[in-house]
């Protein structure tokens, strides 16, 4: 019953911004962590960003300074806002969510539930 359903990727010129969003329902969103992993080509998927449920935000090296990651616990909703795009940030992000009390905010194990993905290209 539980779904995480991601939006508002697509194809940006570098430098370009996107806003993405991921919708959840079927949990008790307020007691979840959440994260945005990416997965490009011929890679492994990739931590991106955390928030915990008080708002506490932990980053990956590269994005810093480009992305900023927020909640909205009455809708449910997380959301990821990147900046000043390149090449390398093309991927399929994924939204996930694990439950309060886990420790590893940046690994996959971590989180139970997924999304399916949207997908990010970045044009040089």
């Known amino acids: 019953q539980v779904q995480l359903v991601e939006s508002g990727g697509g194809l940006v010129q570098a430098g370009g911004s996107l806003r993405l969003s991921c919708a959840t329902s079927?949990?008790?969103?307020?007691?979840?962590?959440m994260g945005w992993f990416r997965r490009a080509p011929g890679r492994e998927r990739e931590f991106v960003v955390a928030?915990?449920?008080?708002?506490?935000?932990y980053y990956e090296g590269s994005v810093l300074g480009r992305c900023t990651i927020s909640r909205d616990n009455a809708k449910a909703t997380v959301s990821l806002q990147l900046d000043s795009l390149k090449p390398a940030d093309s991927a399929v992000y994924y939204c996930?969510?694990?439950?309060?009390?886990?420790?590893?905010?940046?690994?996959?194990?971590?989180?139970?539930?997924w999304g399916q993905g949207t997908q990010v290209t970045v044009s040089s």
């Open positions: 928030i915990t449920t008080g708002g506490r935000t």
């Open positions: 079927g949990l008790t969103f307020s007691t979840y962590n």
């Open positions: 996930a969510a694990a439950p309060y009390g886990y420790s590893g905010y940046n690994l996959e194990s971590t989180y139970v539930y």
